[in-house]
């Protein structure tokens, strides 16, 4: 069974950097069956794609957020990573990691999620 | 930026039958991408519900079903139960944005 956990701060200051990892497990990253994805939802709203990266290090990126975003894999830990750059307080959103099936377009695993909240 | 539209509320009886709707454009839906449902029960993560438009992964009960048709999508629930209270979504790709977009979400209540 795939398993996957979000890390990282929880409370980010406005303009610095939101860091997250993804770790998984009970599957390889390096699968080519699966993207691997950013996914957020501030409290009480909807679902926001962030964006998603492949085994081969290859991006795609909401062009809404793409100027702010990076995403990077590391096959040897099994994770991948988000940065989110120059955030404000609409950054504030719980963050889910998700993997994505590359035949399918859709999300067929989420982490728990986790809460980054901005402010000073 | 949710480009699929949904109603905000359905509400039914327990046993009864609901359905919601997700309205898209020609960039999305209407394009032939696929849509995909999740429900998202109270302070949890989404789960997928629905895939490719009306595949249910394995452990999803039968009483959900999913179509689709031109620029529009419905996740059907019949035999509605306690369990299934929570918050849907549609998702899709969108061609004009370059990326998967979501809908703005329903909640389901069991009266």
Known sequence: QVQLRESGPGLVKPSQTLSLTCTVSGGSISSGSYYWSWIRQPAGKGLEWIGRIYTSGSTNYNPSLKSRVTISVDTSKNQFSLKLSSVTAADTAVYYCVRETVMGGHFDYWGQGTLVTVSS | ?111
């Open chain 2, 1 to 111: 930026q949710s480009v699929l539209t949904q109603p905000p509320s359905v509400s039914g009886a327990p046993g009864q039958r609901v359905t919601i709707s997700c309205t898209g454009s020609s960039s999305n839906i209407g394009a032939g991408y696929d849509v995909h449902w999740y429900q998202q029960l109270p302070g949890t993560a989404p789960k997928l519900l629905i895939y490719g438009n009306s595949n249910r992964p394995s452990g999803v009960p039968d009483r959900f079903s999913g179509s689709k048709s031109g620029t529009s999508a419905s996740l059907a629930i019949t035999g509605l139960q306690a369990e299934d209270e929570a918050d849907y979504y549609c998702q899709s790709y969108d061609s004009s944005l370059s990326g998967y977009v979501f809908g703005t979400g329903t909640k389901v209540a069991v009266l």
